[in-house]
Nanobody, 128 residues
C-alpha cells in the first residue's frame, strides 16, 4: 500500500525559510508526477508546485520565484524549499502523486482531485 509521509513543517517569521520533505513508500517505481498542494481551512486545496519525471516543473503564480521543488528518485522523495515566506503561505501542505504519463503535471496543479495518493499533511505557519 502506498504511503506518503510529509515532514518539515513548522512556524517561522515572515521572510524565513522552511524545507518540506515527502517520502513515498510501498512502491517500487518512481511516480510520474510528484506535487505539493496547500489548504487553508474553509478554502479549496491549491496547487503549489509539481515535478514531473521528465524534468518538467511547474509552480503556481503565488510561489514562483520563492519556492523550489525537487525530487530524489533514488529515495522516492520530493522536496519543497520555501524561501521568503509570507503570512499568506500559512496553510497545511500536502504531498500527492500521480502515475499517469498522458498529462503534464501542470494539469494536476489545477485538478488536485485527479491525484492518486495523498499524504496527511504538514502544517506551516508564517507570522508577520
Amino acid at each position: 500500500q502506498v504511503q506518503l509521509v510529509e515532514s518539515g513543517g513548522g512556524s517561522v517569521e515572515s521572510g524565513g525559510s522552511l524545507k518540506l520533505s515527502c517520502v513515498a513508500s510501498g512502491t517500487t517505481y518512481n511516480y510520474v508526477h510528484m506535487a505539493w498542494f496547500r489548504q487553508v481551512p474553509g478554502s479549496e486545496r491549491e496547487g503549489v508546485a509539481v515535478s514531473d519525471s521528465d524534468g518538467r516543473i511547474k509552480y503556481s503564480d503565488s510561489v514562483e520565484g520563492r519556492f523550489t521543488i525537487s525530487r530524489d528518485s533514488s529515495k522516492n522523495t520530493v522536496y519543497l524549499q520555501m524561501d521568503s515566506l509570507e503570512p499568506e503561505d500559512t496553510a497545511m501542505y500536502y504531498c500527492a502523486v500521480n502515475n499517469n504519463p498522458g498529462l503534464r503535471g501542470a494539469y494536476y496543479l489545477k485538478n488536485p482531485d485527479q491525484m492518486d495518493y495523498w499524504g496527511k499533511g504538514t502544517s506551516v505557519t508564517v507570522s508577520s
